[in-house]
Structures are given as C-alpha cells and as structure tokens.
C-alpha cells in the first residue's frame, strides 16, 4: 500500500514553498501614524477656517474693531486672517496625504512646517509635536528615498 504523499520534508499540513512561520512584514513606513494625526486636526482646524471665513464675510468686521482707529489697517488684518488660515491649513492637509503616499517631497516638508505655527497650523498647539515628529522623520535618508 502506498503512501498518498510523496516522500519529502514537509508534513501533509504545510503548504508547499513555505518554509514554516513567516513574521509579519514590517510596518508600511513610519510617517503613517503622524501624517494621519495631521490629516484629522488640519481637517479640523479647515472646517472650522472655512466656516469663519464664510461667517465674517457675511456679518462684517466684528464690532469691537470698527470703532477703533485705523480701521482700513484692523479690516485687512482681519481679513488675512481669515484669508489665510484655511490656505495654510489645506497645504498641511495636502502636505500629509502626500507623506502617506511617499510623493512630492517638498510638499510634505512644507506641510510639516506649517504644523508647526502654533496660530496658524492645526488646532492651535496640537500640531506641534506632530510637526516635529513628522520633520525628524522626513530629514532621514531612508524616508526621504521612499518619495518618489
């Protein structure tokens, strides 16, 4: 009577070409966790520019400021701000997805830079750490390869 496996090393429970347990691979690039922690607040801190622009445009300067001296200085101060908090948000935004698909370096090192403006990056000073994270993660050589 013969056998109904062939005579070799591996048992009838293993698969053929695998040499036993294979570890995980590691995990897929380290900006993961950073860049998706940046992509929440920048989206946060977005929404919430855009909802302000949107507001102030319609209301007008606050009151607190019209009644105070130069007020053609204190409208374009103001309007800045609003201006650009959603712009320097959407670049960190932009700049963290291009960190989780390893693309337009530039555009990454920019965005973590950004995050780093405690008036102007993601929800005030929560994007600090994150920034810097994400900075001393984009200077090594091996993640900065990874960009293509």
Known sequence: MSSQFPASNQGPYQTPGQGGF?????????????????????SIWL?????????????GL????????NVAAQKFG????????PIIN???L???????KRKAYPLAMAGAFLAL????GPCFILGIPFGIWCLILLFQADVKNSFS
């Open 117 to 120: 403006v405690p008036v102007c």
């Open 78 to 85: 103001f309007y800045a701000a609003i201006i650009l908090l």
């Open 94 to 100: 932009l700049g963290s997805i291009m960190m989780l």
């Open 47 to 59: 929404l919430y520019g855009v909802v302000n622009f949107i507001y102030s445009m319609t209301t």
């Open 90 to 92: 959407l670049v960190v």
């Open 22 to 42: 294979q570890p995980p691979p590691p995990a897929s690039h380290p900006l993961k966790i950073p860049a998706i922690i940046l992509i929440i607040l920048s």
């Open 62 to 69: 606050p009151p607190n400021l019209a009644n105070q001296g």
